[in-house]
């Protein structure tokens, strides 16, 4: 394990660069069509392998849940403490500032009036001044048989309208099931199911609980669901980065 790869200035410098290499056109244009979007690669296998060998490691993170208990699915997660770790800090840093304009722009067509600044130190300012103080992301662990039922990652008042999972596990090596799932329930209308399919280092951004959906008379406001399908063999790892911080 090499922890010190992640708590270096140059892996957090390293975030903004692989950011900006995105294809940014496209990836708003998916969000604005289907909820979420796929970011290929934005982390190496080396640093995926990284960040998964912490989950045995108390020291990284502030509380552990196992979900059966809570009737969340079955599998577990911790959520990471401050400070984070660099290239999960470096990481929620440098994809804020661009969800943020896609944030302003569907709370706009849904007549929603919070704004969220460019900056995402002022957005945990808004949050903590709410009494929303605890950090988010999160790193969870899937064994066969595991599952995390569908759900929205709301944790107080504020909650900033998107979120990103990252997998670090190799489907068809590392494990197998395991799907990434959204749902979509729409107005007077049957859910709508997406299966989004990872490789190991590709990131999933997606609604966490609303968007806009164009119909014949203007924008309408959906309701969104995610979680993980049926775990058939292996081990799965994710971290998840959540922008706002918990109550």
């Known amino acids: 394990m090499t922890i010190h790869s992640l708590n270096t200035k140059r892996a957090s410098r390293s975030a903004e660069s692989r950011v900006a290499a995105q294809d940014w056109r496209a990836l708003v244009s998916d969000l604005n069509a289907q909820g979420c979007a796929v970011m290929p690669g934005l982390m190496s296998s080396e640093e995926c392998a990284d960040v998964a060998s912490l989950y045995p490691h108390q020291e990284h993170f502030r509380s552990h849940v196992v979900m059966a208990r809570h009737?969340?699915?079955?599998?577990?997660?911790?959520?990471?403490k401050y400070p984070l770790p660099d290239l999960i800090e470096g990481l929620r840093t440098a994809l804020y500032p661009r969800l943020a304009t896609v944030a302003n722009d569907w709370n706009e067509k849904m007549g929603v009036a919070q704004r969220y600044p460019s900056d995402h130190a002022a957005f945990l300012k808004r949050c903590h001044d709410e009494g929303q103080v605890r950090p988010t992301p999160l790193l969870l662990q899937y064994g066969p048989g595991d599952f995390n039922c569908l759900h929205q990652d709301l944790y107080g008042a504020l909650a900033f309208p998107l979120q990103v999972a990252i997998l670090l596990s190799e489907p068809g090596e590392d494990f197998t099931g395991g799907e990434f799932v959204l749902t979509e329930q729409r107005p007077r209308m049957q859910s709508r199911a997406e299966v989004v399919p990872l490789k190991r280092g590709d990131a999933v951004i997606f609604a966490v609980h609303n968007r806009p959906v164009q119909g014949t008379k203007g924008y309408y406001r959906v309701n969104l669901r995610h979680g993980v399908s049926r775990l058939r063999?292996?081990?799965?790892?994710t971290v998840g980065i959540i922008f706002h911080d918990a109550k």
């Open 71 to 80: 009737g969340f699915g079955k599998g577990e997660y911790r959520y990471f």
């Open 233 to 237: 063999s292996g081990q799965r790892h």
